[in-house]
C-alpha cells in the first residue's frame, strides 16, 4: 500500500513480528540509526559479555581460561553459530583475523590451486567499484607474486562476462555493492566462472546477516566478510571466512601462524596445517572482541533470514518512495537497483552536496554516512529499524533540503571518517 501518514508507519510496527527484537540492542534516545551497513549497533549483552571475559575469564582464570572458558575454541564455535546465516554447513567457517587478511589467505589460496591445474591463468577479474581493501589486496599479492600476475577491472556487472576468459584464475566480486548497494547474482556468476575454469571468490561484507546467502547451494569457493555490520559484533570486530570443502585441503594457506598448526603446542619447527577450515588460523586470538560477536549472532537464532529479508525489502521500499514523493524537487538521484533480485538491505542516493546533507541529518539525529562520489548511505537493519523509523528519517531530510542546512558551515567540515 502506498504509506501517506506516520500512523501507517505505525501501525506497521505495531504487526511487525520482529519488532521485539528491538529491545535486543542499546540504541541511544533520540537517534535513528541508519548505519547498521557500516556499523552495526551494540546488543545489550555485549557489555555484560565483555565484563564477563575482563574480570572473569581473564582476571580470574587468567592463562588457565584458555581451556577452562573455551577460548581456543571459539573462532571455530562462533563460525558454527555464523554458518547458517550464509548458507554454510557445520564446521565450515571460522571467525578471526580482519577482512583483508582473511581475503589474502583465500585469494592466494585460490591463485595456488589454479596454478596446479593451468598454470597460463594468472589473472584476477573484479569490478572497479568493488571495496577498495579488495582491490587493493589483489594488487598487493599479484606484485608479491610477479610471474605476470594481473588484476583485471570491468566497470559493470555486465562486463564480467566478456572479462573472464580463459587466462583468469579467479572471479573476485562483493555480493552487494558498498557504495550503491547493488545486489549480485551468485548462483549465475559462479556458473560462468566454473563454465570458464575459473575460481569464485566472494566479499559478503554487506550480505552476511543482511540477505539470504546460499553458499554451498551455489557452488561457491571461497567467501570472506566482517561481523560489525549487520552482525552487530562491535568495532573492528573480527571477519569470517568460509572456504569449500572440496578445496580447503588443498593446500596450506600462505599465513601460516602457529594457531593454524595441527599441534600449536607441539612447538614444532616445521608447519603442519591443521586439518578442516582452522588451517585458516593465524596467529593467537582476540578473545574479547570474539567474545562480543557471539552476542550479534545470538539475535539472529531468534528468527531466520527470509523473515529479515522481507522486512528489508518493506523499509527499503518505503524509504525510496517517501524520498521520492516528499523530496521530489531537490537533486537526489537514487543509485540503487529498484529490482528486489538486484538490492541489499541499503539505499543509496547521490546529492551534489552529500556530504554535508548527511552531517546535517546527523545533528538531527538521524546517523546515515557517506561515500565518495556524492553518496549518501542509509542501512536498513531490520532487527532494530522500524518503519516509523523511515518515516521520521525522510521529514528529517526533507527538512534539511527545504531549509539548506546542510550550508552551515560546521557540515563542510570534513571529518577523517564520513
Known sequence: MTIQTREQCLALDRQDPLAPLRTAFALPEGVIYLDGNSLGARPRAAAARAALVVEQEWGEGLIRSWNTAGWFALPQRLGNLLAPLIGAGPDEVVVTDTTSANLFKVLAAALRVQGQRDPARKVIVSERSNFPTDLYIAQGLA??????????LVDSPDAIDAAVREDVAVLMLTHVNYRSGEMLDMAALTELAHARGALTVWDLAHSAGAVPVS?????????????????????????????????????????SGWWGHAQPFAMEPHYRPRPGIARFLCGTQPITSLAMVECGLEIFARTDMQALRAKSLQLTDLFIELVESRCGRHPLTLVTPRAHACRGSQVSFAHPEGYAVVQALIARGVIG????????????????????DVWDAVEALRDVLDGEQWRDPAFQERGAVT
Open 143 to 152: 606484485d608479491l607474486l610477479q610471474q605476470g600476475y594481473s588484476l583485471r
Open 215 to 255: 553458499l554451498n547451494g551455489c557452488g561457491a569457493d571461497y567467501a570472506v566478510g566482517c561481523t560489525y555490520k549487520y552482525l552487530n559484533g562491535g568495532p573492528g570486530a573480527p571477519a569470517f571466512l568460509w572456504v569449500a570443502p572440496a578445496l580447503r585441503d588443498a593446500f596450506w594457506q600462505p599465513l
Open 369 to 388: 554516512d557517506y561515500r565518495e562520489p556524492n553518496i549518501m548511505r542509509f542501512g536498513f537493519t531490520p532487527l532494530y529499524t522500524g518503519f516509523a
